[in-house]
């Protein structure tokens, strides 16, 4: 999976919002069955806790301060990177 990385950092950098989303959509399609599920329930569960941001003050920004590192990183794994 780590060579689909790449495919996903250029989507990210599309400019076109709209085309940036369907490439992105298509690149999640495409990803083998259990890595689809696996960031289905992770997004879900994000997606709750951001729903009650005003009270654990995780808006979607902090999440992805907090869970980006982790969950998109280089293959040299270098934070300067990030």
């Known amino acids: ?11 990210n950098r599309i400019e076109d919002a709209s085309e940036r989303m ?3 959509r298509k690149l999640i399609r495409d990803l083998p069955g259990h890595y689809y599920e696996t ?3 992770l997004v879900g569960h994000l997606k ?9 003050k995780m808006e979607p920004r902090n999440l ?16 300067t990177d990030m």
Do not use: C
Not at 1 to 11: G, R
Not at 49 to 55: C, V
Not at 64 to 79: K, Q, Y
């Open 22 to 24: 369907r490439t992105l």
């Open 39 to 41: 960031l289905k329930f």
């Open 64 to 79: 992805a301060l907090v869970f980006g590192p982790t969950l998109v990183r280089t293959s040299e794994d270098n934070m």
């Open 1 to 11: 999976i780590s060579d689909k990385y790449n495919d996903f950092i250029e989507a």
């Open 48 to 56: 709750t806790i951001a729903d009650h941001s005003e009270k654990n």
